[in-house]
């Protein structure tokens, strides 16, 4: 069963279990998906309000967007899970002779480069579900401008928590390449949203109610 | 039926329809109990663990503690909403007499209270569980140091995104000494919390493989 088929109550004692899985990545998948849904919520409680006519057409372009990304984010926490538990299931590979040794560290290379992969796209979605609370805080209902601060918070928090696990896989990979690569994009990624949380927030300290 | 009980998918699913709730201070709570499932999880991972002899009792303690915050922040998801529900009950008030004027003041002063002192316990118990991540990711299995690191990053963002609610309804709460003792708890908070994501991250960056 996918994790996101569970309650919420067992997906928390899941996670607080001794079991590896779920763990931080996914966990910060979920944190990513409750800020694309809260940036939704803020578009729909804009679209069809007085008051508000002028931005109908960008706000269904954001819950658009933003909906997708909720759909990847859930998308994404099942994913992290597999690609943990590949690497572990590559880690009990027997190593007694020269080929199982040989074979033990191709599978493991390959699930790392998964496991490395996975959260790099969660950081990512998470970097634009940051840059879709901006306009909904700036031009959404302002009685909900604080939902869209609560959004930017939970998507910069899971943004960083999905590159804590990038690092730590990436410390494993041996394809010099592809490491560097991947250093790139997460340097431009935490460039590409330096600032937006103040901004936001500070949309929202001058929301008149 | 309860929050916590709903599937994941449907909770986000609520999360970002039109309905005003449940919104972002039950999406704060819901961030906070993922962060102490996560400090939970590195306990249990230690727990039992050859090399970690040492620090058995404390990490005991700290579990207590994580899964007793979990499901306090369990709880308040769902008090959040109705505190919520209950403020805009009382705005939906009749107001065509002096009476029913002073009425509808009355219900709404109180609504307000509670709408106010619900966000503050989600922060302050948010504020808890950074502190016990702290002594996760520095004394705990070095394997699952970066889960720490996911939970301080959740935890925090949760506690700012609750006090965005608080200060939300402070701004409407007509108690001066009131809305003054809940700013100072708020400052007592985040001062309280001040440098610990940091101290938690360099804990990770450090934790040899």
Redesign the interface.
Known sequence: MA???????D???F????E?TP???S??A??G??????V??VC??T?GKKGYEAVQGEMEAIRAR??AL?GEL?RLLEADTQAYQRVMAAYRLPRRTAEEREARDAALQGALVEATEVPLAIAEKCAEVMSLALPAAQRGNR??A??A???V??A???L??AL??V??NL??LRDEALAQSIRERMTALVEGVEGLKERV?GA?AQAP?
Chains 1, 2 share one sequence.
Do not use: C, K
């Open positions: 994790y996101t088929d569970q309650r919420i109550q997906f928390l004692e996670l607080a279990s001794s590896p763990g931080g990545g966990a910060s979920l944190g998906a409750l800020a694309a849904a809260l939704s919520m729909n409680l679209l933003s909906e909720r859930t009685w909900a604080s939902d601060g609560v959004a918070l939970l910069e928090a899971a960083h928590g804590l696990n690092r730590t410390a494993s927030l929202i109610r």
